[in-house]
Structures are given as C-alpha cells and as structure tokens.
C-alpha cells in the first residue's frame, strides 16, 4: 500500500499556527522517506502549553521559512495522494486554516484518520492515543516530535494492511467500517466511523466456530497477562480481547507485575535462553527470582478458555 502520513505541531491555540511538520512517505508497505521541517508562524506567536507538549520555541523557528514560503517543497507529497494522520480532524484542520492564512489553494488528495481506523480494529486498547496503539505494536518513537509521529501514524496502517492482507485503502475502510474524508478545491470532508468493523466480526466468527470456549471462567481475573508469540488458532487481537472479556489485564512487556506468559513455543522446558523469544527469557528470570508468575503454552491457553 502507498500513502503519505502528516504530523502538525502547533505554536498556540490557533489552527493556522503551524510551527512543525512531518512527513513519511510509504510505499508497498515500506518506509522509503522522511521529511521534517521547522515552520515560523504567523503571527510569531507561542503558548508554554504548546511549548510543553513538543518542545519548540519562538528561537527554534525564528530564522526558519515561513508555510507559504514552505509550499511549493511540501504540496507535491499531498497533491493527489492518499494522505493519513492520527487524529486528522487536527491535522487536516491546521492545513486547511494554514493554507488560508496565506490565500493558497487546497491540495486535492484522499485522506484516512488512524484513530478512526484504531477505535474500529484495536477496540479492546484502554485508548487509542498514538502512543498506545504503538506501544501494543511494539513500537517505540519520539511522541510529539512531528516526524516520529508521522511514522509512527504509518506504522499503524501498515500494521492493519499487513493483518488484514489488503493493500488497498479503501478495501482497509470498507472492511474496518470507516469512511475516507478528502480535501478539493477548497472543499473537505471528513473520515468517520460508518459501522462496526471487522474486529468485532472477526470475534464473533471465532466465538461461533470455538463453541466450546466459556466466557465464565475466572482463571485469568485480574491476573496481568503478556503474550509472545504468534498463536495459531487466533490473531493476537481476538486473543487480548478474551482476556479482556475474561477480566484479564493486558500489557506488552514482562515485568514484575506480570502474572501468565502466554507462549506459542512448546516444550519451553527444553530450550535454552538463546532459543527464547526476550519475553520467554525475562519471564523466566523472574520465575527464579521467586516472581509469582507462570508460563503456559497455546495448547494450555485454549483448555483454561474451555473450563
């Protein structure tokens, strides 16, 4: 799949303040470019709540470019591209005031939000603020540097196209259940949920198909649960969103509050910490540290979920 994925950064409470922008540009699933530029806005201007969230100053940007000035370099990465942001609604917002500060035409491209996208198909995270929805990807970045960001909204869809083997946007949003927004000839409409997605089927399905499973089971109640692990008989999501149902608390990492590793390796006893995956060898350090904590394999997983 291709796209381009956006980040803004804004001086103050206005939209047309822009004072930082990344951009990266995916294609076939693939990272090939990062762009990031300082931005000087007008009116020189910024709030110390801004300033708090990524750090950049009225010196940072003092002897920078202007947006205008900025334009012709930036518009050939949005003109009829498909474009995606976290949280577009804010993104696209700063573009559209930004360009009518300064009497520029919009850019005509297709766009797709991926905290829409993450609501519909994470559902089962507490949140889906950027950092969480990566943080269960695994993927650790620069929060509210606009290049990290930008990256890290792509590595979201990339994440979605590869699960769902889709390498079309719109075949992403029609299975998901969301609508791509677009902006034209100063004209815009926005990306919203337009039903319930295939999260929420893909569970269903499972819960039909596995009619021996019970949802009244209170072994992993409040237990903290960690996963390593592709497992075969579901994807990771219908297995967190178990637990979750189950009362369970997921989290990414092994630590001293975890309480069950769920392996997809078999005859753990026999491999050696070179054979294990980081999770299965900081699980079992802390077992022999006395850590209440335990182990089981997939096989195990699915006769605790039939009890």
């Not at 910024?46 to 930036?74: T, Y």
């Not at 919009?106 to 198909?121: E, N, Q």
């Not at 290049?147 to 998901?176: Q, R």
Request: hydrophobic share 35%; aromatic share 10%; net charge negative.
């Amino acid at each position: 799949m291709n796209f381009i994925a956006i980040d803004f950064e804004t001086a103050n409470e206005k939209r047309a303040s822009a004072c930082s922008l990344g951009i990266t540009v995916v294609k076939n699933n693939k990272i090939i470019e990062e762009k990031y530029w300082l931005i000087k806005p007008r009116p020189f201007r910024f709030e110390s709540r801004n300033i708090i969230i990524h750090g950049i100053r009225e010196e940072d940007v003092i002897n920078e470019k202007e947006f205008d000035e900025l334009w012709e370099e930036i518009k050939p990465y949005l003109e009829n591209n498909l474009v995606i942001a976290h949280n577009a609604s804010f993104d696209f917002s700063v573009l559209r005031n930004t360009l009518d500060l300064y009497n520029l035409e919009y850019p005509k491209l297709d766009y797709a939000c991926t905290l829409v996208a993450s609501k519909l198909f994470y559902k089962y995270l507490n949140n889906h603020k950027l950092n969480t929805v990566n943080r269960h990807l695994g993927y650790k970045f620069n929060h509210h540097h606009a290049s990290a960001d930008a990256t890290a909204a792509a590595n979201i869809f990339i994440n979605i196209s590869e699960e769902l083997k889709l390498n079309s946007m719109e075949d992403i949003a029609d299975i998901v259940g969301f609508k791509l927004g677009y902006i034209a000839d100063n004209t815009y409409s926005p990306c919203k949920k337009i039903r319930e997605g295939i999260v929420s089927k893909r569970y269903k399905d499972y819960e039909c198909d596995n009619n021996e499973i019970s949802l009244e089971t209170d072994y992993f109640k409040d237990k903290v649960v960690v996963f390593t692990g592709a497992l075969h008989s579901m994807s990771r999501a219908e297995a967190t969103k178990l637990i979750n149902d189950l009362g369970g608390i997921t989290r990414n990492s092994v630590t001293k509050r975890t309480n069950i590793l769920i392996t997809n390796a078999k005859d753990i006893e026999n491999l050696s910490p070179n054979q294990m995956s980081n999770k299965l060898r900081t699980a079992v350090n802390y077992m022999n540290q006395g850590q209440d904590l335990i182990i089981i394999d997939e096989e195990k997983f699915e006769e605790l979920l039939r009890t």
